[in-house]
């Protein structure tokens, strides 16, 4: 069902509510991801100084029913100053539906908002040559009937893909995905536009394979992503296939640990290899950076790699087998890796050197929801923990440049969508601060 748009409130805050905050010990119900194939570039609108208390507000879903409750499940950038917000909407019956809108997130007006019947869990983000994005949704029909709907961004109309389960959409195929066709056993390449396949192939059994660059490899077989013809391939003997940071990986189980490498995926052979007591499970790639991070025991166990060529680029200390934060930048030149089992420190490298620059104070011991949503040239923007509290810090020298305060009490979202900071409520009751003080469930920053 289409809705009217609706214009986000511009609305006085005060400076401390504009960040929001997750209960201790509180879970999301449904687990949900995002990916992005082949995403347009973002860049980050940061304040030049702390932000002014002005911002907007959206109070939900536009078409939502009058009186009902609205929090954010969970949003995606689809372009510079706009993103997809999921909204869990109850209405006075408590009865819970699943609403998707487009959010300008330099003023909350909303351009598109619809009703699914669906519970969403995920989100891949498929953006073709000619700049159309199409959001393939990993969702649950009410009647169980579709695990995938094909959402243009653009309008906002939602086309459930019947009985195909996503399996990938590399940048390589540009906007298009592969997907299996439960009812066939098939795995082929689909446009979004038509739900039709380009070509197929016998899934034999293997209900995903792995996906790289560009192959799709099922077993010991493998096909190009782009036609769909087999390749002359060498099978890793009793290995496995993964895919990290758009490359196709490979591992096997050697003495007490792993053989790791990564895949020529013209013809199957390994392009280096590498001894690991690492699971292939635990080895990282580093959101804005081309390099991986392999965790390990030790002192200066966990190495920093090229995964092009394999090339140690430099180790620490830093990143233990219990660490789940990694993050970095191109542009700044750092990369973050959280330090120790009890995730409350991280710390900022040189990214060409891997020299310690300096550390950083990320959350009360265990709270390890807390890490960095983005970085620019100049700044780390990190948030979360059991305060709440978001930092600016500046990428020189670890200096925080200003911090704003949560302004709710449970339930709490950060992110940089669309290139502008939000701030939105999660979860389940009304989003109000301490003092009870009602909040709009999306707000601006700026």
């Known amino acids: 069902m289409q809705r009217k748009p609706r214009r986000g409130l511009v609305v006085g805050l005060s400076v401390a509510a504009v960040v929001v905050l997750i209960a201790v010990g509180a879970a999301v119900a449904v687990p949900f991801f995002l990916s992005e194939a082949n995403p347009a570039e973002i860049t980050i609108a940061e304040p030049e100084s702390r932000p002014e208390a002005e911002a907007w507000s959206l109070a939900g879903p536009g078409g939502a029913p009058d009186g009902a409750d609205a929090w954010v499940r969970s949003g995606a950038s689809i372009s510079q100053g706009n993103a997809l917000v999921i909204w869990d909407v109850v209405d006075d019956r408590g009865q819970e539906t699943t609403w998707l809108s487009s959010v300008n997130t330099a003023n909350g007006e909303e351009s598109w908002s619809t009703q699914l019947d669906a519970d969403v869990s995920g989100v891949t983000l498929a953006n073709d040559p000619a700049g159309q994005t199409h959001a393939l949704l990993t969702a649950t029909t009410h009647d169980s009937s579709t695990k995938l709907i094909v959402l243009d961004v653009a309008s906002g109309e939602a086309q459930p893909a019947g009985g195909l389960d996503l399996i990938a959409a590399p940048s390589l195929l540009g906007g298009d995905f592969i997907a299996l066709d439960a009812s066939n056993n098939e795995i082929g390449r689909y446009r979004p536009s038509s739900l039709q396949p380009d070509w197929t192939v016998e899934a034999d059994g293997n209900s995903s394979g792995a996906v790289g660059g560009s192959s799709l490899v099922l077993g010991e077989r493998a096909f190009s992503l782009e036609d769909g013809s087999e390749r002359q391939w060498s099978p890793e003997p009793e290995g496995g296939y993964w895919e990290l940071g758009g490359a196709l990986m490979s591992s096997r189980i050697q003495g007490d640990g792993y053989l790791i ?36 025991d030790g002192d200066q166990a966990t190495a920093i790699l090229n995964p092009a060529d394999g090339e140690v680029l430099w180790r620490t200390s830093a990143l233990t087998p219990d660490g789940y934060f990694a993050y970095g930048s191109e542009a700044a030149g750092v990369v973050i890796l959280q330090v120790g089992p009890d995730r409350s420190t991280a710390t900022v490298f040189d990214l060409e050197s891997g020299a310690q620059l300096f550390d950083l104070s990320v959350s009360e011991s265990g709270d390890y929801w807390r890490s960095a949503i983005g970085v620019t040239s100049r700044t780390i923007f990190l948030a979360g923990g059991r305060n709440g509290e978001l930092q600016a810090v ?15 009490s449970n339930w709490y979202g950060f992110d940089a969508w669309g290139g502008n900071l939000v701030a939105f409520h999660g979860c389940c009751s009304g989003p109000t601060d301490s003092d009870g003080a009602f909040h709009a469930p999306l707000l601006g920053i700026r």
Do not use: C, H
């Open 394 to 408: 500046d990428t020189s020298n670890g200096n925080v440049r200003w911090t704003l305060d949560n302004p709710f």
């Open 261 to 296: 490498g990564a895949v020529n995926e013209a013809d199957g052979t390994n392009l280096w290899t590498m001894e690991t007591t690492t699971p292939p499970y635990r080895i990282l790639s580093i959101p804005g950076t081309a390099l991986i991070a392999l965790p390990s």
